[in-house]
């Protein structure tokens, strides 16, 4: 198989599997237990806390693990909301169902302004400037788009939020070690699974003093904020996929840079980039062709792993949210592909595979 969905998950680094070994076997100590072997896991975990921290390239806050991002993004909007006097919260139509459905689950009984995007899944500043008011308790905004790559200009928004008083929480699980998460957000979501380390692990960066409320009640084991007995394991697997993001940041953007180059000269005439090409990571190559049966083609391709856009949302019958956001309609929508690439991907295979796509979806007679 080659593998061409990048986005929903990346293949572990060798590097991981070698450092998260020992903590699978013999080292199986509970890191919060007074004795040694109980230390000596802290430890580790404190050492891969601060790797993410430095992976952010932020200054002054603090990480603390979570389950996944989802919970992370759950935590920030709903800590931040709870017993908070503002009650509004305001966020972008393209944004990741953790952060929609947690905004909805609030507008039942609070307000919610969910913004609208151009044609290039870009928010208009203005309209943020216009939406975000004194009562606003918090901005939600991601980074690089999962399903179309395209990046949000996260620093301008925090400015935004900040005039008014309010917080501003960036889901960043698309964007670390891919492109540098700018200053200014208050809180930022991560996934470990995203920067070739495990799953079932994310972190929450939070300035400090700007911590939520705590979203899971128990030990307080993490930070003193979330409850829960680490595993030193995925901690340390993370740990090690973050620095090797942040060693390998420069190589991994040219190799993916010039991936992208590669496969849009080899697309046929007739694929429509979806999203916009400048401000969007590279490695998120979201296309579309009139009159394609999608699904089809994904069903003629079964030796490549490419998506039709998130995988939360695979197999729901739904058009993407994102591309309708963009105005596409239901039809085109269902006509788009992401094929989603990065370090492990080899230009050969790569070019193979829109080879196939392009005749597959010649077959179709389009």
């Not at 076997?25 to 919060?32: I, L, Q, T, V």
């Not at 540098?180 to 380390?197: L, N, R, T, Y």
């Not at 030193?232 to 190799?255: I, K, S």
Request: aromatic residues 4%; contains cysteine.
């Amino acid at each position: 198989m080659i593998y061409l969905d990048y986005q929903a998950t990346t293949p572990l680094a060798p590097e991981v599997v070698a450092t998260m070994q020992p903590w699978i076997g013999d080292k199986f100590a509970n890191p919060h237990s007074p004795y040694t072997a109980g230390r000596e896991a802290a430890a580790a975990i404190s050492v891969a806390r601060e790797r993410v921290e430095v992976a952010t390239g932020l200054d002054g806050g603090h990480v603390a693990f979570t389950g996944s991002a989802t919970e992370a993004i759950n935590w920030a909007i709903r800590g931040t909301l709870e017993d908070n006097p503002r009650r509004k919260i305001v966020t972008i139509a393209t944004e990741h169902a953790a952060v929609l459905d947690t905004a909805n689950w609030w507008g039942r009984h609070h307000d919610v302004t969910i913004l609208p995007v151009d044609s290039n899944g870009m928010v208009d500043l203005d309209t943020v400037a216009e939406a975000v008011d004194d009562q606003t308790a918090l901005v939600a905004a991601m980074l690089v788009n999962n399903e179309i790559g395209v990046i949000q200009p996260i620093a301008a928004i925090a400015r935004i939020a900040h005039e008014h008083g309010a917080l501003m929480v960036c889901d960043a699980v698309q964007g670390l070690g891919r492109v540098a998460i700018p200053e200014g957000p208050d809180m930022v979501a991560m996934s470990a699974h995203k920067i070739h380390g495990p799953k079932a692990i994310g972190a929450l960066w939070m300035k400090h003093g700007k911590e939520p409320r705590p979203l899971i009640h128990g030990g307080g084991q993490e930070e003193g904020l979330r409850s829960g007995t680490l595993s030193p394991a995925l901690c340390v697997g993370f740990g090690t996929a973050a620095r090797l993001a942040t060693e390998r940041f420069a190589q991994d953007a040219q190799h993916v840079a010039d991936l992208w180059s590669a496969a849009i000269n080899h697309l046929d005439d007739g694929w429509i980039i979806n999203g916009s090409e400048e401000d969007r990571y590279k490695g998120n190559l979201n296309i579309r062709r009139e009159g394609l049966d999608s699904a089809r083609l994904l069903a003629d391709l079964r030796g490549i792993a490419i998506s039709l856009g998130s995988a939360c949302a695979s197999g729901s019958g739904r058009p993407s949210h994102v591309l309708r956001a963009l105005g596409l309609g239901d039809a085109e929508a269902r006509a788009s592909i992401r094929i989603g690439y990065g370090r492990y991907t080899e230009r050969d295979e790569l070019l193979e595979s829109v080879s196939q796509i392009n005749q597959a979806a010649r077959a179709q007679g389009v």
